[in-house]
């Protein structure tokens, strides 16, 4: 009887959901929205860099140097005086202006080739030079006849390429778990006791266990059938492969899905109005957003941060199910992110037991 009764409440919290087509919005088109703009937008593949060139020199030799430089795919090379130059520099439309001297010659040796930068953007400018200083190191062999010592070869020791896209998918569909997690207990639990749904289900015969089993089962069945929405829209149009196995990411979805649904519990027990339950949540939600590697890796942030953002829920669960997709690692391979994962369900299974009081949440 109790199973029927948990199975019944879970159908009809999955009917209230699906009636909710603001949160079926956020949680299945905003994703899959956010993944065709970066699958199309061929993010992670760097536009060429704008450079202004003015040519003091105007002999052979400096036409051919500047057709060598916009031969270059790094840059994109435009001509013009110095003062027209500079004020594009200026204002953003340019990223350098690289001015070649009136005695640039081929018995010159040393020429000062003045190159005009905006200090500001620091990182950028790291890039930019190494590219540069190499590209006019090639550029010099040529006009000088130089055989290089030696040359660099590439080997990729992966057996396929990886686009920003692939490393994208298993962060965004970890962050749409944990939102769909937190709202569906947290939020939802507020909104019941403000509708009064929950002070009506305290009075009939249905004990805490079915109540809380019966959200469960619909949050899984929602973010399941979501998280498989998005990898075949992912997969079959945006062309993104997973390599792992399927059980194991689900696996560690499932995982995921309880330690959010623990931690919603507790916060849709501790706030008692809408407003309370947004205000906690996003403390909850926005810093794992940033920090968790969901846009980019971890191992890309300041230092200073880095230990606080390995051991963050949602770093886990992201980093775990992208070893499996996109390194087509096993369970056992993953373990450190499995012991994380453990770790924060026995957290949060133990503040939602110590917070989620059913006579109390319910009133």
């Not at 569909?173 to 939020?187: E, N, V």
């Not at 492969?241 to 959010?260: C, W």
Request: charged fraction near 15%; aromatic fraction near 12%.
């Amino acid at each position: 009887m109790s199973n029927k009764l948990q199975i019944h409440l879970a159908k009809v919290f999955l009917k209230i959901f699906l009636r909710d087509r603001q949160s079926i919005f956020f949680s299945l088109f905003f994703p899959i929205i956010l993944m065709t703009v970066f699958g199309f937008g061929n993010i992670g593949e760097p536009e060429p860099f704008r450079m202004g060139v003015v040519n003091n020199s105007q002999n052979v030799l400096a036409t051919e140097f500047i057709q060598l430089l916009d031969e270059d795919p790094i840059f994109t090379v435009s001509l013009g005086d110095e003062d027209s130059l500079r004020s594009d520099l200026i204002e953003g439309d340019q990223t350098l202006v690289l001015v070649i001297p009136e005695n640039f010659d081929a018995q010159s040796a040393g020429a000062d080739l003045r190159l005009l930068v905006d200090a500001a953007q620091v990182q950028q400018l790291g890039l930019i030079m190494p590219i540069l200083e190499q590209s006019l190191i090639s550029i010099e062999r040529e006009f000088r006849n130089i055989e290089p010592m030696f040359y660099l070869i590439l080997e990729d020791v992966k057996a396929r390429s990886q686009r920003y896209l692939d490393f994208l998918l298993p962060g965004l569909m970890a962050f749409t778990l944990m939102q769909l997690s937190i709202a569906g207990s947290g939020f939802n639990i507020v909104e019941y006791r403000r509708k009064g749904i929950l002070k009506r289900l305290f009075v009939t015969p249905i004990k805490p266990i079915d109540f809380i089993t019966a959200i469960v089962l619909a949050r899984l069945a929602i973010i399941l059938l979501q998280l498989t929405v998005l990898i075949l829209f992912a997969i079959l149009i945006l062309d993104v492969s997973i390599v792992g196995n399927f059980a194991s990411f689900y696996f560690i979805v499932i995982l995921g899905t309880f330690i959010f649904l623990c931690l919603g519990f507790c916060l849709g027990s501790l706030a008692k109005t809408q407003q309370a339950v947004m205000a906690v949540g996003n403390i909850v939600i926005f810093p794992q957003i940033f920090l968790s590697g969901i846009f980019y890796p971890i191992e890309s942030m300041p230092e200073l941060i880095q230990p606080i953002a390995q051991i963050l829920p949602l770093s886990f669960v992201s980093t775990g199910m992208r070893d499996i997709a996109n390194e087509g690692a096993s369970l056992l391979a993953i373990g450190p992110s499995l012991i994380g994962i453990a770790v924060w369900f026995v957290i949060a299974f133990m503040l939602a037991t110590r917070f989620f009081v059913w006579k109390e949440v319910a009133n």
